[in-house]
């Protein structure tokens, strides 16, 4: 019978609700996932949003016979009595004994790829993407991003707990936060915008508010490159916080967010974590080390030359991130004080040294996902820096209210949702852990 709750009404249930209704008839409703047929029964298997339930077909379990439309990715109401049984092992395992299929919907066509292994075949990155609606109902694609859900919603709990507010600032935008020539330009009504390529204007100017902000959402960058980390849109995981006492506070807000989503994937994502072999990674503390000291180290410990002193390239970080798991036993390093020549013109510089900046990266696993640090709050000083930018400050008006009208010693970071995940997954490609890819060469499906 249909449980009315609320305006929502549950006519199913979920397996893992199964051992309370072991003996039970219940309903289940999903794809069929798999059909095994076996001499006078049938194996069923049925995929819910979440699990993959094996339900039998056999004719002494009730009056209902075999419909022969029914066939794979056929969307079906089953009802049955749920079977418990024990294996050689102890463990024990719930089935549903079917009494009746009910189709809710037939596929017209026969899926273009096998989607009911473990994992895809070979068909390689490009079909998967491009077959993306249905490719990531097999278990192991929709693992992933199950797995990444988890990461956000670490993220907006940790902060929620710790006095941030959620905002939601806008992605058409009058100028770049982030300088450089990967800004999306746009004609908006005749007048030359541009597209967000981070909250940074707006998370600042929320801290003269709510004093703690963050945002989940996309960013844009016309990354004219084809390499395996970049994005042309991503979800960029941002948190500011006013009133630090310097930019170590944001470092330990992040080690603290980062702790909080791993717990909560071991905790609530472990099927997904087992689906995906996931070594999730322990925190406890998180090593630092200077950008020119780790410079050196690349140098001279593993006589890498540099081509450019002011930033790292891929390699530089992969060998960063061999030394952090090596000789300090750790997943993340902090490479702090960037040169700030290299840093955009909101980033303070350090008083004692104005060549670098109070900033830094988070490296997991030897690939950056993380910039912070914190911000110039004196108005004299912003402007100063702009102009020292080749900015104009008149252009910036609005951004600079907060530091003309008061602003708090404050810092913040950003976090590439899709680069966590792929570093969390040990994938090749940052694709492989983003939805639907917009790169240089896609922007379907
Ligand atoms: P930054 O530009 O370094 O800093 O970006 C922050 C993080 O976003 C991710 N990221 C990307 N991921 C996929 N594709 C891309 N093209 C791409 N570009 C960046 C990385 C990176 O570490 N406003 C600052 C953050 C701050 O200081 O608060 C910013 O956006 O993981």
Same mark, same amino acid.
């Given at each position: 019978?249909?449980? /009315?709750?609320?305006?929502?009404? !549950? @006519?199913?249930?979920?397996?893992?609700?199964?051992?309370?209704?072991?003996?039970?008839?219940?309903?289940?409703?999903?794809?069929?996932?798999?059909?095994?047929?076996?001499?006078?029964?049938?194996?069923?298997?049925?995929?819910?949003?979440?699990?993959?339930?094996?339900?039998?077909?056999?004719?002494?379990?009730?009056?209902?016979?075999?419909?022969?439309?029914?066939?794979?990715?056929?969307?079906?109401?089953?009802?049955?009595?749920?079977?418990?049984?024990?294996?050689?092992?102890?463990?024990?395992?719930?089935?549903?004994?079917?009494? %009746? /299929?009910?189709?809710?919907?037939?596929?017209?066509?026969? &899926?273009?790829?096998?989607?009911?292994?473990?994992?895809?075949? %070979?068909?390689?990155?490009?079909?998967?993407?491009?077959?993306?609606?249905? $490719?990531?109902?097999?278990?192991?694609?929709?693992?992933?991003?199950?797995?990444?859900?988890? /990461?956000?919603?670490?993220?907006? +709990?940790?902060?929620?707990?710790?006095?941030?507010?959620?905002?939601? !600032?806008?992605?058409?935008?009058?100028?770049?936060?982030?300088?450089?020539?990967?800004?999306?330009?746009?004609?908006?009504?005749?007048?030359?915008?541009?597209?967000?390529?981070?909250?940074?204007?707006?998370?600042?100017?929320?801290?003269?508010?709510?004093?703690?902000?963050?945002?989940?959402?996309?960013?844009?960058?016309?990354?004219?490159? @084809?390499?395996?980390?970049?994005?042309?849109?991503?979800?960029?995981?941002?948190?500011?916080?006013?009133?630090?006492?310097?930019?170590?506070?944001?470092?330990?807000? +992040?080690?603290?967010? &980062?702790?909080?989503?791993?717990?909560?994937?071991?905790?609530?994502?472990?099927?997904?974590?087992?689906?995906?072999?996931?070594?999730?990674?322990?925190?406890?503390?998180?090593?630092? /080390?200077?950008?020119?000291?780790?410079?050196?180290?690349?140098?001279?410990?593993?006589?890498?030359?540099?081509?450019?002193?002011?930033?790292?390239?891929?390699?530089?970080?992969?060998?960063?991130?061999?030394?952090?798991?090596?000789?300090?036993?750790?997943?993340? &390093?902090?490479?702090?004080?960037?040169?700030?020549?290299?840093?955009?013109?909101?980033?303070?510089?350090?008083? %004692?040294?104005?060549?670098?900046?109070? $900033?830094?990266?988070?490296?997991?696993?030897?690939?950056?996902?993380?910039?912070?640090?914190?911000?110039?709050?004196?108005?004299?000083?912003?402007?100063?820096?702009?102009?020292?930018?080749?900015?104009?400050?008149?252009?910036?008006?609005?951004?600079?209210?907060?530091?003309?009208?008061?602003?708090?010693?404050?810092?913040? &970071?950003?976090?590439?949702?899709?680069?966590?995940?792929?570093?969390?997954?040990?994938?090749?490609?940052?694709?492989?852990?983003?939805?639907?890819?917009?790169?240089?060469?896609?922007?379907?499906?």
């Amino acid at each position: 019978m249909d449980k /009315i709750c609320g305006n929502i009404i !549950s @006519d199913t249930v979920k397996f893992s609700q199964f051992a309370d209704f072991d003996g039970k008839v219940v309903a289940i409703k999903g794809y069929i996932h798999r059909i095994r047929e076996m001499t006078g029964f049938a194996f069923v298997i049925i995929r819910t949003d979440r699990d993959l339930i094996q339900c039998v077909y056999a004719p002494e379990f009730s009056s209902y016979r075999w419909d022969d439309k029914l066939c794979e990715e056929a969307c079906v109401k089953v009802h049955g009595k749920v079977a418990k049984s024990t294996d050689a092992k102890g463990n024990v395992r719930y089935e549903l004994q079917i009494h %009746n /299929i009910e189709i809710l919907s037939l596929p017209a066509d026969n &899926l273009p790829i096998v989607i009911n292994k473990k994992q895809l075949d %070979n068909i390689g990155l490009s079909t998967v993407l491009d077959l993306r609606p249905i $490719s990531m109902r097999n278990p192991k694609e929709r693992a992933i991003f199950k797995v990444q859900e988890g /990461i956000a919603r670490g993220f907006r +709990e940790c902060l929620m707990k710790n006095g941030f507010t959620e905002i939601r !600032s806008p992605k058409i935008n009058f100028a770049g936060a982030e300088g450089g020539t990967n800004i999306f330009k746009l004609d908006y009504f005749g007048k030359q915008v541009y597209l967000a390529q981070s909250p940074q204007l707006y998370k600042q100017a929320l801290v003269g508010v709510y004093q703690r902000v963050f945002e989940v959402a996309p960013v844009f960058r016309a990354e004219h490159h @084809d390499t395996s980390r970049h994005l042309n849109e991503y979800t960029s995981m941002d948190f500011e916080m006013g009133f630090i006492n310097d930019f170590t506070d944001i470092m330990n807000m +992040e080690v603290m967010v &980062l702790k909080h989503i791993m717990n909560l994937l071991k905790s609530e994502y472990a099927e997904e974590l087992d689906i995906l072999h996931i070594d999730v990674p322990e925190i406890t503390e998180v090593p630092s /080390i200077k950008f020119m000291d780790a410079k050196e180290l690349i140098m001279k410990k593993f006589k890498y030359q540099p081509q450019d002193m002011k930033d790292f390239d891929p390699t530089e970080e992969e060998l960063l991130g061999k030394y952090a798991k090596k000789e300090l036993g750790s997943d993340f &390093l902090f490479v702090t004080h960037y040169p700030s020549k290299k840093r955009p013109f909101y980033t303070m510089d350090d008083p %004692n040294d104005p060549e670098y900046t109070l $900033s830094f990266d988070l490296l997991f696993r030897g690939l950056e996902i993380t910039s912070g640090g914190q911000r110039i709050h004196d108005y004299e000083e912003q402007v100063e820096k702009m102009v020292k930018c080749g900015m104009d400050p008149s252009q910036f008006e609005t951004y600079l209210m907060l530091h003309k009208y008061g602003a708090p010693p404050h810092g913040g &970071l950003g976090i590439g949702l899709e680069r966590l995940t792929m570093h969390l997954l040990g994938a090749k490609n940052v694709r492989e852990t983003t939805m639907f890819p917009r790169d240089i060469n896609r922007v379907t499906p």
